[in-house]
């Protein structure tokens, strides 16, 4: 097939983030990356609508993104398709409606997908690099956490979209700066019963993994701030292992800092500081009760799903 290019745009809870990417038949080939925390999802676990200013906010950062867009157009292909998706916050608004009129205005038709279907774009983009292997992937986001468990390159074993993320636990528990230990326990409390089901579903299943693969901003962080990234370094974070003894360390550290003080943290994106505390305990919990000794850091996740299924669809 011959070469074509496509615009993924996933608008989570916390950041807004674009895959322009190039397929033909040897895969597909990452042109450019764009990310920006524009926080969509503030406010939304108490009030169920998504605020205007948070609205005005992921516009904002998508006219920058179309601008961007317009440089990869060629005559050969004038017009790169947008494949737009929206995950928990969105589906979570009674005013998801409204944001998608607001989007439909600038051109990009975006589409609310429900959990299941996050989670199985999110298996498909990071899975491609292990072939034969059976992966459970996490992805922790604002809103919910996706388990999938399954073997790379067929369709996932068993799906799960939990309403549990690092934006909902930090506005649901965390009322202190840093938080309180028992606040703390009482979100521990609340998300791992909700985990141990799904874990315990797998075990009677007889479904064992050969990996555990952790997508997204909080799994990513964990990379950079060990290794102090000054530069954020998508080559030195993808693929990366790291141990539980790493992941429990920087929790620990993170849980017993002011928001502030995370600010300053080096290999931390200054405003993802309010939200990360909760989102290393999420994924430290999952980790913990798949009984693994920590996991392997992907950088491809759902945008790579998403264009993988757009160029399918087209073929």
């Known amino acids: 097939m011959n070469a074509t290019r496509y615009a993924a745009i996933d608008i989570g809870t916390v950041t807004c983030r674009m895959l322009v990417a190039e397929v033909d038949d040897a895969g597909i080939r990452a042109l ?18 998504l605020k205007p200013e948070a609205i005005d906010r992921v516009e904002a950062q998508l006219r920058e993104y ?8 060629t005559p050969e292909q004038p017009e790169i398709p947008i ?10 608004a009674s005013n998801a409606d409204e944001f998608v009129a607001r989007l439909r205005a600038l051109g990009i038709e975006l589409t609310v997908i429900p959990g299941e279907r996050e989670a199985g774009l999110t298996f498909a983009g990071a899975t491609a690099a292990f072939p034969g ?17 399954g073997q790379a390159g067929q369709e996932p074993q068993m799906v799960h ?20 230990a028992g606040e703390v326990a009482a ?25 555990l693969v952790a997508v997204a901003g909080t799994a990513t962080s964990v990379v950079s701030m060990h290794k102090a990234m000054a ?14 003894a790493t992941l429990d360390a920087i929790r620990d550290r993170m849980l017993g800092m002011t928001v ?27 980790v913990e009760i798949a009984g693994t000794d920590g996991y392997t850091t992907s950088e491809a996740d759902i945008l790579e799903g998403i264009v993988m299924d757009a160029a399918r669809r087209n073929a």
Not at 133 to 149: I, M, Y
């Open 260 to 286: 502030e003080e995370r600010r300053h943290v080096v290999g931390l994106d200054p405003d993802r500081a309010p939200v990360i505390a909760a989102g290393m305990l999420i994924l430290e919990a999952v």
């Open 83 to 92: 494949i737009a998706m929206a995950t928990s916050a969105s589906r979570d």
């Open 231 to 244: 530069v954020y370094d998508t080559t030195q974070v993808h693929g990366a292992p790291v141990t539980k």
């Open 161 to 180: 979209s939990f309403n549990i993320g690092c934006r909902r636990v930090t506005e649901r528990f965390f009322h202190t700066d840093p938080p309180a």
């Open 133 to 149: 292997e059976t992966l459970l992937v996490v992805d922790v986001g604002g809103g919910s956490t996706e388990l999938v468990v």
């Open 66 to 73: 179309l601008a961007v867009l317009d440089t990869f157009r």
């Open 187 to 211: 979100a521990d409390a609340w998300m791992r019963p909700q985990f141990q089901e799904y874990f315990d579903e797998m075990a009677a299943r007889g479904i064992g993994i050969d990996r």
């Open 32 to 49: 450019h990356r764009a990310y920006g925390i524009t926080n969509l999802g503030e406010g939304v676990d108490a009030s169920g609508a």
